[in-house]
């Protein structure tokens, strides 16, 4: 039997008393793609942390080619051919693709340090070719594409000879086409003998790419499936312990009236003329598009967000005057944005205290904080939307990206929105938590709210979706309805084919 390139066996670890990781085993085998799953919490994020040396485990042994061995530091597991590629990847935008290359590793004369700018540039275009990836080596790394970036960070994985790479929610922020070719990518490196340690939420990547799947639950070991011997009910009940049913629930709120009306918007800097759509009571409105067609953008224009050059905006009947997003706010349009760490949350704080960020008005009197309303108000979120939390004072930066996710719904609920835009709502969130968050946006549209949700996920923009818009470059190119949106028209409509109205 091959030797795994990484072996982790009974692996335990605590923090403050809190048994994280409880009897872990996990391993790569050379020229392989190993998923990593579980839900937000379970332990995945500490067990790779323990592999690259950022933590050390408390019980339990690692091995790397069959050799026993603990490290103390990153730099450790890297020179035992371990690297990582985080979510939020470590690139500089204004260095350029070869110095991010050879960032803290420059090759240089001698004792004088002098880089050797020519064999840099030259040892970047090859480690890219070997890829079969074609990147300008002196353009700064800032001016390409996220998948792009994310193929630097690989090429400088394979620049340090790793034998096992980590990639943590690779494609949470690439289009199709870039996910195609990180795709090609990945199994180029599989057939040189690289193990791949590879994190998603994404179940069809899972299973289209992977060669075995391990799950954790809640810090424990759930077990380790063959793909082509498993199902995704069977990988969800491992991770969740139960049946999760199907996995959009069944829309059945009625939309009524127009509830939100948007009339010839143009924005200041030319990227949007004359955008006009409507969405109505208790309608989930999907918008898709490619990376760049301008989805975010255009509801950073009706929030307030972005300047405004012409256009109206209507909720029930009546004409807004929407200067910021403070306006929009009073008029009762939420916005949960798509980066939730840099714009939705402020980290430091406690869940408390986020939670009352876009409510002070409701919990205040006079000006003045009412403890006790703010207490009522933050318990009732966290039991409605199932935050798992320690308490109230629990520092945000400390929860789980789902749970995370569950606050920045629950601090614009508290407005009680007559329209909800949501953009990206599930990146990064674990299957239980998606499922809990379609579950609430249904109950708001039984309500008679009016839901705006950007997705990359097509299945999940069909599975939600009342209609579904399309665009294309900053224009409106094609909404369906219900039932006849599928991914083939779509598509078509994203990348720029023929106008199709409902």
Known sequence: MTVPLVEMKDVHKSFYG?????????????????????????????LMKILTGIHTNDNGTIYVKGEEITFSHPKEAEKAGIAVIHQELNIIPNLSVTENMFLGKPLT????????????????????????IEINPDIQAGKLSVGQQQMIEIARAVSTNAEVIVMDEP???????????????????????????????????????????????????????????????????????????????????????????????????????????????????????????????LMELLFGSRKKVSGEVYVDGERLRIRNPH???????GFITEDRKEEGLVLNLSVRENLALTNLNKLSDKGIMSNNREKEFVGSMIERLRVKTSGQEQKLKTLSGGNQQKIVIGKWLGIEPSVLILDEPTRGVDIGAKKEIYHIMNELTEQGVAIIMISSEL????????????????????????????????????TGGGLTNE
């Open 171 to 297: 494609t949470a922020a690439l289009t199709e086409v870039e996910i195609e070719t990180l795709f090609e990518v990945i199994n180029h490196l599989k057939q040189s003998g690289t193990g791949i340690v590879y994190i998603s939420h994404r179940m069809e990547e899972i299973f289209q790419l992977c060669d075995r799947i391990s799950v954790l639950r809640d810090g424990g070991y759930a077990g380790t499936k063959e793909v082509g011997e498993t199902s995704y009910e069977e990988i969800v009940k491992m991770m969740v312990g139960r049946e999760i049913g199907q996995k959009y629930p069944p829309r059945t709120a009625e939309p009524g009236d127009v509830r939100l009306r948007v009339e010839n918007l143009t924005d200041a800097e030319g990227l949007f003329e004359n955008a006009s759509f409507e969405v109505r009571r208790g309608e989930i409105l999907g918008f898709a598009g490619l990376m760049g067609a301008g989805r975010t953008e």
């Open 327 to 333: 306006d929009a706010r009073k008029a009762g349009i």
């Open 18 to 46: 809190v048994h994280v990781l409880q009897g872990v085993n996990f391993d790569v085998r050379p020229g392989e793609v190993h998923a990593l799953m579980g839900e937000n919490g379970a332990g995945k994020s500490t």
């Open 459 to 494: 299945p999940e923009v069909l599975g939600m979706s009342d209609r579904v818009l399309v665009l294309h470059e900053g224009s409106i190119n094609g909404v369906f309805a219900r039932e006849e949106a599928d991914q083939e028209s779509i598509m078509q409509a994203a």
């Open 109 to 132: 004369y001698g004792k004088w340090g002098i880089n050797k700018q020519k064999e840099m540039r030259q040892k970047t275009v090859e480690y890219l070719q070997r890829l079969g």
